[in-house]
């Protein structure tokens, strides 16, 4: 019970002020926030084209329903466990990978004392994620195609081995794959490792410092605690993407080179190509749904995981 | 801390998805200028109706395309006609076209081209109007222009769906070779004489002899470089195996004999499996461009580099001199095989007018202008006398002093797509009497005898996809030799008949049947 006047004034204008100030954050946010809505809610309401025969004389609307018709495709093929396995063990691969070493070179960029040293390495492992996914791919044929590629005519012929036809022998791509995924997102992800690496309370290391942790100790029993969260956070998100594919990575790279399928088709290109002629809108709004209802079960899934575990890292 | 790293993260999202959205955003005012300034003209008199039409540019520089709307516009409204011509990069063809008629915008006439934009895709979907009621009232001249064998392979059902281009439709296979090296061996004689696969061959031991640092073919690169496979040869080019494909792009859903009935699958008849081995063969000697399973560079473009001796290819009567202009350097070219004019040729490039369409009969009328009006015709496809182009004595033409390919501010040079080919003057380097020529050739030209067959795929689309799937996957290297031919084959049939196969030709057959009136 609070009869003071002058208090409950002052509480009235924090209130106030509190108001005006979470009026700008909103303004501030507003960009996003139509962004959000325009360009991912809005077109969720095209989800019912999956479940149309388009027939353009009549309009989206108009046109007949097929039911379930339009997902059949993405079982009739002979390679449809193939394709749900590539994309299933590389997303998995992607996950696990893109933490640890995001966590690693964060670490690493953080024991980095010299400030220039430090600006030089970000930007240097930042710098692919800025190159097109193209001149990578090119970069990569520059390396391993069979007339002009590099490995084949000045390493493996100085070595007197027998040149390899890269592009037709599917057992090296997932290494190949694996490797050009992280070489580009690794900048992207060690900064924001880094970033929370580094607001970590300084005055945590002080004492245990003084308490004689070592430096090994004080990684693996304050930072790394201390990022857990954002770990989860991001290892979520990826979860709930986990049937896409990086197309121009899976597409691109291996030059659409078909002996290379059994390990480069992922459903985002089995998709793209089986449509590139037929160009039917409901069969490629079927794919996206499809892969957005399992992306979202999983994310459940997991999150429920996380809340059993450890509740206070659960994404809801 | 949680809602903090929330935040970061989707601030980070929304930056990249930002930089994503930058591009498009940015190409998009380049369209506009076309636009506004059609708009403007039919303000003056209100009876002109409207005409949209939408054009791939075929990579082509179109950038002046408004001043040659202007112009095109002031003959076209002496007919009661405001045309607005849009082009769209041939890349973003198809899914621009798509856009603009499942959005309902205005837009009535369009080119039908290979792809996605394809005929056969094209009337699946129901975008293509019945153009029939209006030929005989508003376009009887172009009626009467096409051949009336033309008219019946784009009428399905009874509905008049495309105004193919009044092109060549006749083509044949030619084998491409370099001159320069020819002359260098004394091998022309030999090689302007060659009749069969081993002819080939004998060529081809002499030049890599000589020459061991080069490829002697490259094949699969671009559309345009066919693999040998494609050609069925017979042991002599005279007893070639000719297939009709029935509509389809590639022969993965069945195709037929021509002169038979009955749908069959190509890859396990014994002429594609013994040319695959010839091509095993060539690929073991060392003869094929070892990156033609992913190389992207056409045929052309490799001779050119002096990477290869020759590539087979599709091309017109004139193929010599048109190869020796892309290729940059002097070529001989050989027929080695005939096309008959298919169905799906006569279907692949043309113009449709829209489902959506408020006014089909001024859009015919319009295409009766752009085929039988030289001045129209050659207004699109070189743009403005003394601007564009100039005429040369002889009447050919060629840039105008100054001007050159990098920088003409319009040039469509894209003659077979203008609509009728026989109006456009002849571009310098060309023979002279080539469109007289072509014309004589293809109005006498043999027509398949299923050209007015057109399959419906709509029932099989599954099956279609799941067997492109392993199409895509065995084609190209089975085609060009790198590997073991006749394993792969079997596993490539194996695949195939699991992934529907058989549904697909089953329901080929049976849509035959009914067309043959069995």
Known sequence: ?316 | MKKRILSAVLAGIMTLSLAACAAPGAAAPAAAPAGSDAAEAPAASGELVHVKQLMSNFGNNTDDAAEVNAAINEIANQYGLDVEIEFVSSDAYAQQLNLMIAGGEDLDVFMVTPGASSFATLSANNSLADIAPYLDTAAPDLKALIRQEYWDACTLDGRTLLVTTWDDKVTGNWLVMDKTILDELGLEEQARAIASYDDITAIYEKVYAAHPELSMVAAGGSSNALTPSEIFFGDTFAENTLYDTLGDQAYQMGAIYEGTEEVINVFETPEWKKNCERMQAWYDAGYVYKDSVTTTDSGETLLKNGAIFSFFTNAEMNCETAKTSQCGKPVVAVKVGEVPVSGGRIRQFGYGVSSTSKHPDAAVKWLQLLYTNADVANLLAYGIEGKHYVTNEDGSLSYPEGVTMDNCGYQYHVAFVVGNYYLLKIWEGDSLTLREDAKAVNETAEVSKYANFSWDNSAVTAEVTATTNVYNKYYKNITVGACDVDAEIEKFNEELHASGLDEIMAAKQEQLNAFLGK
């Open chain 1, 1 to 316: 019970m609070n009869t003071d006047p002058s208090k409950s004034i002052s509480e009235k204008e924090s209130y106030k002020r509190k108001k005006r100030f979470f009026t700008a954050l909103d303004l501030m946010a507003l960009p996003g926030i139509i962004y959000l809505i325009i360009n991912n809610y809005i077109p969720m309401g095209g989800l019912f084209i999956a479940f149309k025969k388009i027939d353009f004389a009549k309009g989206i609307f108009a046109s007949d329903w097929v039911g379930f018709q339009n997902f059949k495709f993405l079982f009739r093929s002979s390679d449809a466990a193939v394709i749900l396995r590539n994309t299933l063990l590389y997303n998995l691969a992607f996950i696990v990978l893109n933490c640890v070493c995001g966590i690693a070179v964060g670490l690493f960029l953080n024991e980095i004392r010299n400030k220039l040293a430090k600006k030089f390495y970000q930007t240097a492992i930042l710098l692919p994620q800025l190159i097109s996914i193209i001149i990578v791919a090119y970069i990569t044929y520059g390396f391993l195609a069979s007339e002009t590629g590099f490995v084949n005519n000045h390493i493996l012929k100085a070595m007197g081995k027998a040149a390899v036809n890269f592009y037709s022998k599917p057992a090296y791509w997932p290494f190949f794959l694996i490797f050009i995924h992280i070489w580009k997102t690794i900048g992207y992800n060690s900064i924001i490792y880094f970033s929370s690496i580094i607001s970590v309370d300084k005055s945590l290391y002080e004492s245990a410092e003084i308490d004689g942790a070592n430096r090994f100790q004080q990684i693996t029993k304050i930072t790394l605690p201390l990022i857990k969260p954002i770990a989860i956070t991001l290892t979520l998100m990826a979860c709930g993407r986990i049937f896409y594919s990086d197309f121009g990575l899976f597409y691109q790279v291996p030059m659409n080179s078909g002996p290379l399928y059994a390990t480069t088709n992922t459903i985002d290109t089995y998709v793209y190509r089986a449509l590139l002629q037929l160009n039917d809108i409901g069969m490629s709004s079927a794919a996206g749904f499809f892969q957005s209802i399992v992306g979202f079960c999983l994310i459940m899934i997991v999150n429920g995981i996380v809340r059993k575990i450890s509740p206070e890292n659960a994404l809801y």
